[in-house]
């Protein structure tokens, strides 16, 4: 095993050698995301971070200086399948014997010492707080050690950080950062460290710089979106600054936490009209004792009463929503409220998952994980065959209406057909015509699968 540089785990970060200007003409890399949507971003800030310092980046890992893998630790076959990854880099490592190897992200935060043995042959190892040190890690980098930061700073909010995005029609922007809530199930807390907020002025500019970028849509990240607040103003706040910004014609946000959904954020999601009439609201239990064992801090009357107020105030609302099935204790009554719950609020969509016990969690250390695997299998089962049958009717309803969707690109199955999305977050297949990408189209919709509008541009 290659021996460790100098973890800074409870030191400051030295300053940067990029902020003087570029340092690396000519080096290139390669950054490969997995996870969340929070992943995606924050490997456009690493993108960012590295063009500063006179990095280039390619589309080939072959030939690429630095290839990066951004993970995500949050279930476990995520982190299988980084680790076998990793087995055909080391090939391609092998070959270019110049390139350098990196792993960032809650996988690199969690499990160092689980990377390091399985991937011995690994360059750097960067936790998600310490992406602003990249050039100074890769001025570091020898055959013999391995370099490691994986500091977590809770004032790291990366503001000063330009992130540099693909062409497109959505950009997502990360408004927040850590999470405080300590679900027990969770790693988040222990990888992303304590939430943080990044200042609406900031903010606003920064959807300004979307407009000119091309953007038509933003998307505001965040771990618990909704509890973002930057010492004045709180998420409610930040919808209404961004609606009044020109130019941008949507506005989404992911994921917002049902404890703390406010007054303001319903009137904001009601009143203004680029926020999408869209939410996805995590449940992931409809037993009160399980959400109570998962530290959710919300009982399964209180997240349904925040689903009537929603629809009360915002009647066309599409919800979605987590599902985690067959979590520590869950019993045959506790998988039937959630059974009951999904079949009562008729989400729009939902990711169903069945529970994976996670090193270091308080759920690892304090819970038995004793719902039998084939048993997990089957109440997963059970529910993503009901929600399919509630996606299947609630879209159904839609045949025949004609609504506005902002054109993306391409569709996959036919270069003849357009998809894009419409306010409710529906992916929609068109005959693309004369539509534009970027813009936004009526389309009269004739099918509908569970999944999928399908119909013609109306004008
Ligand atoms: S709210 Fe809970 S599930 Fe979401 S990131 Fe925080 S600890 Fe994890």
């Not at 357009?418 to 306010?423: I, M």
Request: hydrophobic share 35%; glycine share 6%.
């Amino acid at each position: 095993m290659k021996k460790l540089l100098p973890v800074y785990k409870n030191e400051s970060i030295p300053k940067l050698q990029s902020e003087s200007g570029p340092q690396h003409p000519k080096k290139s890399f390669y950054i490969e995301t997995y996870g969340c949507q929070m992943n995606v971003s924050d490997s456009e800030l690493m993108t960012g971070v590295l063009t500063k310092a006179g990095y280039e980046i390619t589309n080939d890992i072959n030939s690429a200086n630095v290839v990066l893998i951004n993970t995500c630790a949050i279930r476990e076959n995520a982190e299988e399948k980084v680790l076998n990854r990793l087995e055909h880099l080391n090939a391609i490592k092998r070959r270019n014997t110049e390139m350098v190897l990196g792993i960032c992200g809650c996988m690199a935060q969690h499990m160092r010492t689980m990377v390091l043995e399985a991937a011995p042959y690994i360059d750097l190892i960067l936790g998600p707080d310490a992406y602003r040190s990249l050039p100074q890690a890769l001025d570091s980098i020898n055959s013999k050690d391995t370099f490691v930061n994986l500091k977590l700073d809770k004032s790291e909010d990366y503001a000063d950080i330009s992130p540099i995005r693909k062409d497109g029609i959505r950009a997502w922007l990360t408004i927040q950062r850590g999470c405080d809530k300590m679900c027990s199930f969770c790693v988040v807390p222990f990888t992303r460290g304590r939430e943080r907020s990044l200042p609406i002025p900031m903010l606003v500019k920064e959807v300004e710089s979307l407009v000119d970028e091309g953007f038509k849509e933003v998307v505001l990240l965040g771990q618990t979106v909704n509890s973002y607040y930057d010492g004045t103003h709180n998420f409610g706040d930040l919808l209404f600054a961004i609606n009044q910004v020109e130019g941008i014609e949507r506005i989404r946000f992911t994921s917002p936490h049902p404890s703390d959904a406010t007054k303001t954020m319903i009137d904001a999601i009601a009143s203004c009209e680029k926020v999408c009439k869209q939410i996805h609201l995590p449940l992931q239990s409809g037993s009160t004792k399980i959400l109570s064992d998962m530290h959710r801090t919300y009982t399964a009357d209180e997240y349904r009463e925040l689903v009537f107020d929603l629809r009360n105030q915002i009647p066309n609302l599409a919800i979605s929503t987590d599902i985690i099935v067959g979590f520590c204790g869950e019993t045959e009554e506790d998988f039937q409220k959630t059974h009951d719950l999904i079949n009562e609020i008729r989400y729009d969509s939902a990711f169903m998952f069945k529970y994976s016990d996670r090193n270091g969690t308080l759920a690892n250390r304090t819970l038995k994980d004793n719902v039998p695997e084939e048993e997990k299998i089957r109440r997963l089962q059970t529910i993503i065959d009901l929600q399919y049958r509630i996606s299947h009717e609630i879209n159904q309803k839609r045949v025949g209406e004609t609504i506005q969707v902002l054109v993306e690109g391409e569709s996959r199955k036919s270069k003849a057909d357009y998809f894009g999305k419409d306010d409710t977050f529906k992916t929609t297949v068109f005959p693309r015509k004369n539509a534009q990408i970027g813009e936004t189209v009526n389309v009269k919709v004739h099918t509908a699968s569970a999944n999928t509008l399908i119909g013609n541009v109306t004008s």
